[in-house]
């Protein structure tokens, strides 16, 4: 009994790992510009597929170099690529309407509609079949005090801390990062100080989009059958994740994230598990009676 | 200016509403068969395997100069409608298809979810329809329009159970099975039914389930490795299987995996990256080793797109075939309703029909009469024959 929860305890990590990152993406872009960015769940599903067309590229063209500098190689271009798109996105869609001085309720359902477009442009271009991300990292089964674990997932679990710990340190120490919190805190004054807001913007995007494709070659990693679709519930329940643990406050986002992972993973434990969402929700919506903000969440003022 | 914008964009939606509508239009001696298929959605292969089969008949009938009806040929024209794995729009697709483009009858949905709101559709609306690949009871239940070309599940489920004692020889046995979908749930609670009546109650020793969107299904399984259970059965889409299986024996689960006909996917084995070799699952056909029409349609489906057609490639040419053979029975008069009537007749009085999964007779409720096989994932990732299972 005892090691069957100490594995769920590890298996609750893990998938909150994957909620908490894309969570940190949410809360990013939510923190400097009060926009919900519905397509970041898609932007998460792209990096997964640059991911597998790069690391499949890199493994068909069987260089001499071991699977990790394969690995290496593919998040770092992966990360550029889906920085890129997400800066696309925002110029293409979102500055725009910002420029119009759009309500941000138009420009939430824009992100919506960004979000179906990557999907179903996903769908036109390479077809419906379901793709097997390549193993890039062999796995090893660890065995511990009679629980197994792989090597993939304790790197999962690592990387969701080390991505908070960049963001965390981002925000609050580089010049960027004030200028990130100034725009979140008041967005007209800021340009008068010289500050180039559409630039704190534009790199907003780009990390906010970096993070998800980190999130997006573990998770090919990890369950590797890829489709179009497979961003989508993740994405708005990592979003539900962020809000619980009160949006906008990046310590929020990353405990959110893990909190919702727990309560899926340990209703399915303790219950059937054909009542694991609508368990989990109402727990979420319990929560959230009790504490409109979240947990982190402050009523207004500065977020971030 | 702006209004004339408007205007422009307006006249160019409306023009473009009006050619989809003439394009469909009627020529002489064309025979409109309607696929509703799944070509998007979580299991395109599926919709794939449907398209592929019935554009091999079409092409072969079509080359030699049409159907003969009654002594006049008929040109094949069919139509696909994509409903990408969804009941609603599988719904929309039977109406599109019985209303629009007036088809003499539908094949498919292939899967159950779908199968049976579409079919509902077309019993209503007085249009025969034939799934291939649907195993739940319900979509041929009271519908006299609707037939299916596959064994059902209150066979399937029984028939496993009884190839699992005699070939495992297991006691204790645990089930995954995804919730949302109607020929998962409803096989999971057969096996366990009839599990329970051969071994006693408690002989299931772990009743899962999950979600369609889930990819995570590590708890469940650390749940099932810990009930001590000898087997796993698992009735769920190869889309699945290629997450579960490896996520098993990554937790430790080293006994057998036995599924059920979703399982016989092209797409099974390089998705699961070989995890489910040694895995067995009951199928409606085996592909390896086959003979006569069997091998002439798998031979013409691997020279025209490259790979072993799936069960529910050969279902579909099979239930293509009846419709036609119904077709060349009835005759045609032109008068739509009429003729869909007269075809559902044809259907419903076939004997001993040889098809290239087996022969079959329908029952009064539209179900075949006929044997299921049991095939075993081998080394080379081919479905491997292992027993023929009989009503």
Known sequence: ?304 | MKMRKKLFLLVLVMGLALTGLFASGDSENTIKIGFNIPMTGDSPKVGEGSKFAAELVKNRINEAGGLDVKGVKYMLDFIYEDNGFKPDTAVTAAYKLIEQDNVLAIIGPDGSSQAIPAGGVADENGTPLISPWSTNPNTTLDRPYVFRACFLDPFQAPVAVKFAEEQFNKEKVAVLYNLESDYSKTLAELFKGAWEDANGSGSVVAFESFGQKDQDFSVQLTKIIASGAEMLYLPVYYNFVALIVPQALELGWDQVVFGADAWGSADLVKLSNGAVIGDYFTTHYAAAGAKGETKEFIDAYEAAYGYTPDDVGALTYDALNIVLTAIQAAGLTGDLEADRTAIKDEIAGLKDYKGITGTMTFTPDGDPIKDAVVVQVNAAGEFEFVKTLSP
């Open chain 1, 1 to 304: 009994m005892f090691t069957t929860l100490l594995q769920n305890v590890f298996n609750g990590l893990q998938w909150g790992s994957f909620y908490s990152m894309i969570a940190l993406g949410y809360c990013l872009v939510y923190g400097v510009l009060r926009l919900i960015n519905f397509a970041h769940g898609d932007i998460f599903m792209m990096a997964a597929y640059f991911a597998f067309f790069i690391g499949t590229a890199l493994l068909g063209l069987a260089l001499p170099i071991p699977g990790i500098v394969v690995f290496i190689i593919t998040l770092v271009v992966t990360m550029g690529l889906t920085a890129g798109l997400g800066i696309l996105i925002e110029r293409i869609a979102y500055r725009p309407l910002r420029k119009k001085g759009a309500n941000r309720l138009y420009v939430v359902i824009t992100a919506l509609m960004v979000g179906f477009i990557l999907e179903n442009g996903n769908l036109a271009v390479l077809g419906a079949s379901a793709l097997r991300f390549p193993d890039m990292i062999n796995k090893n089964i660890i065995e511990f005090a009679g629980i197994r674990l792989t090597n993939l997932r304790l790197l999962v679990i690592a990387s969701s801390f080390v991505v908070f710990g960049f963001l965390q340190f981002f925000v609050t120490k580089t010049q960027i990062g004030m200028a990130m919190r100034a725009i979140s805190y008041d967005k007209f004054a800021i340009p008068l100080m010289g500050i180039p807001v559409n630039r704190i913007i534009v790199a907003t995007f780009a990390i906010g989009s970096a993070l998800a494709a980190v999130a997006g070659i573990l998770f090919g990693l990890s369950y590797p059958v890829l489709n179009p679709y497979m961003g989508m519930i993740i994405g708005w329940k990592a979003f539900i994740a962020a809000v619980v643990g009160g949006i906008g406050d990046i310590k929020g986002a990353f405990i959110g994230g893990f909190l919702l992972g727990f309560i899926e993973i340990f209703v399915i434990t303790f219950f059937p598990s054909s009542y694991k969402d609508l368990i989990s929700f109402m727990i979420l919506l319990v929560i959230l009676t009790l504490k409109p903000t979240g947990f982190f969440g402050i009523a207004k003022s500065t977020k971030i």
